[in-house]
Nanobody, 114 residues
């Protein structure tokens, strides 16, 4: 599986964006998927994750604002981000895990600024 993110950009505080992660290869549905972010000068952190069965988990900082989803028929992972704040500014990366295999996309930059 290879992962390619898209959908990042510049948005004003309070705005919304939807990130997409396109996965190539087979057995996408068997992977646990996640979105991570890394802000300048900070460590990478988990934003949201979704299991192969559809169970979701969110960082406290994004609960109620972000929503992770997957479309196994299209090999796609999404992150809907609402009520964006300047502190959400970061490079967002898609992650796939299955057993000992872990894959990363190249990341997409989200900048929240007026």
């Amino acid at each position: 599986v290879q992962l390619v993110e898209s959908g990042g950009g510049l948005v004003q505080p309070g705005g919304s964006l939807r990130l997409s992660c396109a996965a190539s290869g087979s057995d996408f549905s068997s992977y646990a998927m996640g979105w991570y972010r890394q802000a300048p000068g900070k460590q990478r952190e988990l934003v949201a994750s979704i299991t192969s069965g559809g169970g979701t988990n969110y960082a406290d900082s994004v609960k109620g604002r972000f929503s992770i989803s997957r479309d196994n028929a299209k090999n796609m992972l999404y992150l809907r981000m609402n009520s964006l704040k300047p502190e959400d500014t970061a490079v967002y990366s898609c992650n796939a895990v299955r057993g000992n295999l872990e894959l990363w996309g190249q990341g997409t930059l989200v900048t929240v600024s007026s």
